[in-house]
């Protein structure tokens, strides 16, 4: 199984970034990818979540309405879509996988394998 994380950089407030987790070694169309975060200082938390094949979706609050997940199972890539960013985004992004196709609760210990994560950074 592995997760590769990339599309991270500098943006200003406002801006905006697509952030892939290209998966092998595994059938991503069975199962749920989720999206987590860590900033300096902080622990790692749930920004997301999409299921396998109905591509259920579920958000922590403090993204709803501006960050979207989307698969492309044929690409073996999911999307994690980040809109008007705000300072407080900036975080290393990481995808995980979970056991299933549903996804679990967003806690770290429920996802077994998890990409090298990539780096967003916002600031004017």
């Known amino acids: 199984v592995q997760l590769v994380e990339s599309g991270g950089g500098l943006v200003q407030p406002g801006g905006s970034l697509r952030l892939s987790c290209a998966a092998s070694?595994?059938?991503?169309?069975?199962?749920?990818i989720g999206w987590f975060r860590q900033a300096p200082g902080k622990e790692r938390e749930g920004v997301g979540c999409?299921?396998?094949?109905?591509?259920?979706?579920y958000y922590t609050d403090s993204v709803k309405g501006r960050f979207t997940i989307s698969r492309d199972n044929a690409k073996n890539t999911v999307y994690l879509h980040l809109n008007n960013l705000k300072p407080e985004d900036t975080a290393v992004y990481f995808c995980?996988?979970?056991?299933?196709?549903?996804?679990?609760?967003?806690?770290?210990?429920?996802?077994?394998?998890w990409g090298q994560g990539t780096q967003v950074t916002v600031s004017s």
């Open positions: 995980a996988r979970p056991d299933g196709r549903g996804c679990p609760v967003m806690n770290m210990r429920f996802f077994g394998s």
């Open positions: 070694g595994f059938t991503l169309d069975y199962y749920a």
């Open positions: 999409i299921s396998s094949s109905a591509g259920a979706t």
